[in-house]
C-alpha cells in the first residue's frame, strides 16, 4: 500500500462525519474509509499511511483539519482536529 492508494475524497467525506477533535484510527477505522480501502485496511501499514495522509491534508493551502499532537503514544494515535 502506498499514500497514493488512499481516495482523498473519501478522507475528506469521513473527516466531515467526525467530531470537532478525533484521532487518525477514528478515521480509518470508520465505516466510509473500510469500504472504501477494503483492499488494504489489513495491511501493516494501513493505519500508519492513513496517519500521514491526514499529515499531508493538514499542510494543505485549505485544511480541512489541524494537526494537535502526535498522541503520546496514544493506542488510537495523532490528535486532530477540523477546521470547518
Do not use: N
Not at 31 to 50: D, I, N, T
Not at 55 to 80: M, V
Request: no cysteine.
Amino acid at each position: 500500500m502506498r499514500l497514493t492508494d488512499i481516495s482523498e475524497l473519501t478522507v475528506r467525506d469521513t473527516i466531515g462525519r467526525m467530531p470537532k477533535e478525533f484521532r487518525t484510527k477514528d478515521v480509518s477505522e470508520h465505516p466510509l474509509m473500510r469500504q472504501g480501502h477494503r483492499q488494504f485496511e489489513r495491511e501493516a501499514s494501513y493505519h500508519a499511511l492513513v496517519g500521514k495522509f491526514l499529515r499531508r491534508l493538514s499542510l494543505g493551502l485549505t485544511p480541512p483539519i489541524r494537526y494537535l499532537s502526535d498522541g503520546g503514544g496514544h493506542p488510537r494515535g495523532a490528535l486532530w482536529a477540523r477546521t470547518g
